[in-house]
């Protein structure tokens, strides 16, 4: 079955490391996102696209990077990670070019130390 | 701008109906609604659009007003399955298709 996962699921960080958060969809969709959820402020976008060698930065983009070289992936980078980036990360996808449902990973629990 | 959702939370006995408001300060193309419960991903549950378009799930309603950015979504004789936090995300007009910004969600509880 088409599916969309990410890794890890739970990951412990220094202040100032660079980590990498990894997100794979089966689907073929041509968008996928990036949000982070915090108490009290539901979910936020950081990174979306929509196809290959597309990105487009959310409305909390500062301290992350994405890149997308295949229609699969969409890696999600804190180039320095900070403890304000404390959080849990979902992954998303949706197909075609214009409004559709969007399909959410399992999501990612980021702890900075 | 973040839409505003209320109530911040509900308490419902099986089989009693609830609705949960989504209101949005800007001019919206469409209004989608999710479910999540902890510890696990949001799932998909309805997609409203300017011009009365709908997609979702049979059993799940809502509206959408598009003169005055709201949405409600409908839950009808509740079951115990329906709690969870629910939230509405918004799409404005004129912005990147996809590009949502949710609320801050609505808690909801079901007792047997």
């Known amino acids: 079955d088409a599916e969309i996962t990410q890794s890890p699921r739970h990951k412990i960080t220094e202040t100032g490391r660079q980590v990498t958060l990894a997100c794979h969809q089966t689907w073929n969709h041509n968008n996928m996102f990036w949000y982070r959820q915090d108490l009290g402020h539901g979910l936020r976008l950081i990174h979306y696209?929509?196809?290959?060698?597309?990105?487009n930065k959310g409305e909390v983009s500062d301290g992350y990077s994405v890149s997308r070289s295949n229609t699969e992936d969409l890696p999600l980078t804190l180039e320095s990670a900070a403890s304000s980036q404390t959080s849990v990360y979902f992954c998303a996808s949706s197909p075609g070019l214009k409004t559709y449902e969007q399909y959410f990973g399992p999501g990612t629990r980021l702890t900075v130390t | 701008q973040q839409p505003v959702q209320s109530p911040q939370a509900v308490i419902l006995r099986e089989g009693e109906d609830a609705v949960i408001n989504c209101s949005s300060s800007?001019?919206?193309?469409?209004v989608h609604w999710y479910r999540q419960k902890h510890g696990e991903a949001p799932v998909f549950l309805m997609i409203?659009?300017?011009?009365?378009e709908q997609k979702g799930h049979e059993k799940i309603s809502a509206s959408f007003n598009e003169k005055k950015q709201q949405s409600s979504l409908y839950l009808t004789a509740s079951q115990l399955s329906y709690s969870g936090t629910y939230f509405c995300g918004t799409e404005r007009r004129g912005t990147s298709y996809g590009k949502l910004t949710f609320g801050q969600g609505t808690i909801l509880t079901v007792h047997p």
């Open positions: 696209s929509y196809g290959v060698q597309d990105t």
């Open positions: 409203l659009l300017k011009g009365g």
């Open positions: 800007k001019a919206l193309y469409s």
